[in-house]
């Protein structure tokens, strides 16, 4: 199954084992099979690649028909480990399978390792990177990009009804032991630092704060008109523009409920959901059952017209919905950083985003965007009328936020950060 060269003495000092067990940073942009995570691991390995390390990526095999192999960037690779059925399971059905994936890890590198660093991405590459910490003795670098206690807390908070208790009490737990094994954790805002510190008792000299990037050169400002144009949306709309996964947890019915308020007094307000594999043969169930949650609600609040849920959009043609909208919107009850955020600041277009997480550092209230109080309709209907009134303001956010992008937020300085921490480790 795995015949390759892999015990070359070659850049052996640059060798890095990087571990994403649920997100395939090669997936489809938009499901459930891909997110933040996702577009995270595959910018970074690129750039680091740039740097001069090999990084091979493992994640789970969830498609027969991908490649148990396949380049990213020059001299790195993605590699897909068997583990459970080779198609889409839930993250947080995964755990029976961590010790079926670990081994086929052991027997892709024929139980020698020839890495100098595991670097592991949530609590599922975390454990599986931390296993291999334990047999090899080598340094383990760690992000979690959410974390459990946090997201049990806000499900409690907004009384989300959940059968996953199990499911969390056996990632804290994961959660705990990834903490203590691990030589550094790398958090995208300084809320999780923080959150590290007073759930988990996390040394904050242990946690080193670097945000996310984004790729100017992939997400910039196209024209409004051609961009509705080719998408076929109408130029008299006003437009709110949602991005990102169909789940609870991304405050898309406090969206629908905004746009029944907005109804008052912008009359052409319309809103497009882009995300979620709701459509064709293949649909996924949970983003099925979300798709059909959010449908009823915005009948329920007599704006069913109005919101059009485009479903998952191809990474290349995203930009072209960045740029046709009016407002980015998001909207989110729970974000540990924000993505989306920083793709719409390079696309050059007003956000509204939540006071939540990761969001209260990645948009600078009043500088860079507006915020507003999570699941507060009324909130969020006020700021985007700000914006809608005043093209002064508008033009004000969409100025400061492209330079904040430009100054802190680029693929190459993350990327160099990263490249002086596995220095520092070697």
Same mark, same amino acid.
């Given at each position: 199954?795995?015949?390759?060269?892999?015990? *070359? /003495?070659? &850049?052996?000092?640059?060798?890095?084992?990087?571990?994403?067990?649920?997100? $395939?940073?090669?997936?489809?942009?938009?499901?459930?099979?891909?997110?933040?995570?996702?577009? !995270?691991?595959?910018?970074?390995?690129?750039?680091?690649?740039?740097?001069? #390390?090999?990084?091979?990526?493992?994640?789970?095999?969830?498609?027969?028909?991908?490649?148990?192999?396949?380049?990213?960037?020059?001299?790195?690779?993605?590699?897909?480990?068997?583990?459970?059925?080779?198609? !889409?399971?839930?993250?947080?059905?995964?755990?029976?399978?961590?010790?079926?994936?670990?081994?086929?890890?052991?027997?892709?590198?024929?139980?020698?390792?020839?890495?100098?660093? %595991?670097?592991?991405?949530?609590? $599922?590459?975390?454990?599986?990177?931390?296993?291999?910490?334990?047999?090899? &003795?080598?340094?383990?670098?760690? /992000?979690?990009? *959410?974390?459990?206690?946090?997201? %049990?807390?806000?499900?409690?908070?907004?009384?989300?009804?959940?059968?996953?208790?199990?499911? %969390?009490? +056996?990632?804290?737990?994961?959660?705990?032991?990834?903490?203590?094994?691990?030589?550094?954790?790398?958090?995208?805002?300084?809320?999780?630092?923080?959150?590290? /510190?007073?759930?988990?008792?996390?040394?904050?000299?242990?946690?080193?704060?670097?945000?996310?990037?984004?790729?100017?050169?992939?997400?910039?400002?196209?024209?409004?008109?051609?961009?509705?144009?080719?998408?076929?949306?109408?130029?008299?709309?006003?437009? =709110?523009? %949602?991005?990102?996964?169909?789940? #609870?947890?991304?405050?898309?019915?406090?969206?629908?409920?905004?746009?029944? =308020?907005?109804? +008052?007094?912008?009359?052409?307000?319309?809103?497009?959901?882009?995300?979620?594999?709701?459509?064709?043969?293949?649909?996924?169930? $949970?983003? #099925?059952?979300? !798709?059909?949650?959010?449908?009823?609600?915005?009948?329920?609040?007599?704006?069913?017209?109005?919101?059009?849920?485009?479903?998952?959009?191809?990474?290349?043609?995203?930009?072209?919905?960045?740029?046709?909208?009016?407002?980015?919107?998001?909207? *989110?009850?729970? +974000?540990?950083?924000?993505?989306?955020?920083?793709?719409?600041?390079?696309?050059?277009?007003?956000?509204?985003?939540?006071?939540?997480?990761?969001?209260?550092?990645?948009?600078?209230?009043?500088?860079?965007?507006?915020?507003?109080?999570?699941?507060?309709?009324?909130?969020?209907?006020?700021?985007?009328?700000?914006? !809608?009134?005043?093209?002064?303001?508008?033009?004000?956010?969409?100025?400061?936020?492209?330079?904040?992008?430009?100054?802190?937020?680029?693929?190459?300085?993350?990327?160099?950060?990263?490249?002086?921490?596995?220095?520092?480790?070697?």
């Amino acid at each position: 199954m795995y015949c390759l060269d892999f015990m *070359s /003495n070659k &850049n052996e000092q640059n060798r890095v084992a990087m571990f994403s067990i649920h997100a $395939d940073p090669l997936a489809a942009i938009g499901s459930r099979e891909s997110g933040g995570q996702n577009v !995270y691991i595959r910018n970074l390995v690129i750039n680091l690649d740039k740097h001069g #390390w090999r990084v091979d990526v493992f994640t789970r095999f969830d498609d027969s028909k991908k490649k148990t192999v396949a380049k990213i960037g020059k001299n790195s690779r993605v590699i897909r480990l068997k583990g459970g059925k080779p198609a !889409y399971i839930p993250k947080g059905q995964l755990n029976p399978h961590f010790p079926e994936i670990y081994k086929n890890f052991l027997k892709f590198i024929n139980f020698q390792n020839p890495y100098k660093i %595991f670097h592991g991405h949530h609590y $599922d590459g975390g454990w599986i990177a931390l296993q291999a910490h334990k047999e090899f &003795n080598k340094p383990l670098i760690v /992000n979690f990009h *959410s974390l459990g206690r946090v997201r %049990f807390q806000t499900q409690r908070l907004y009384a989300v009804a959940s059968n996953e208790q199990k499911i %969390f009490e +056996e990632r804290f737990t994961m959660e705990q032991k990834i903490i203590k094994g691990a030589s550094l954790i790398i958090s995208l805002a300084d809320t999780e630092k923080r959150d590290l /510190n007073l759930l988990y008792g996390t040394p904050l000299e242990k946690v080193a704060v670097l945000p996310g990037g984004v790729d100017i050169r992939e997400f910039m400002p196209l024209s409004k008109n051609k961009a509705r144009e080719t998408l076929r949306l109408s130029k008299e709309d006003f437009i =709110l523009l %949602f991005v990102g996964r169909l789940e #609870w947890r991304k405050g898309v019915g406090t969206l629908i409920s905004t746009v029944r =308020l907005l109804k +008052e007094n912008i009359l052409n307000v319309k809103a497009l959901i882009v995300g979620g594999k709701i459509f064709g043969l293949k649909k996924n169930k $949970d983003d #099925w059952n979300e !798709y059909q949650r959010l449908l009823k609600k915005a009948e329920e609040e007599n704006v069913g017209d109005s919101i059009h849920f485009v479903g998952r959009v191809d990474q290349g043609r995203l930009p072209l919905f960045y740029s046709a909208a009016d407002i980015l919107v998001v909207p *989110s009850y729970y +974000e540990p950083f924000g993505l989306v955020a920083l793709e719409g600041m390079a696309s050059q277009i007003p956000i509204v985003a939540s006071r939540k997480g990761g969001l209260r550092f990645t948009i600078k209230d009043g500088q860079s965007g507006l915020l507003f109080e999570p699941r507060n309709p009324l909130d969020l209907k006020e700021k985007v009328l700000q914006i !809608y009134r005043s093209q002064e303001l508008a033009a004000f956010l969409v100025k400061n936020a492209y330079q904040d992008v430009l100054e802190n937020y680029s693929w190459k300085y993350i990327a160099e950060k990263i490249n002086d921490i596995y220095k520092s480790f070697i």
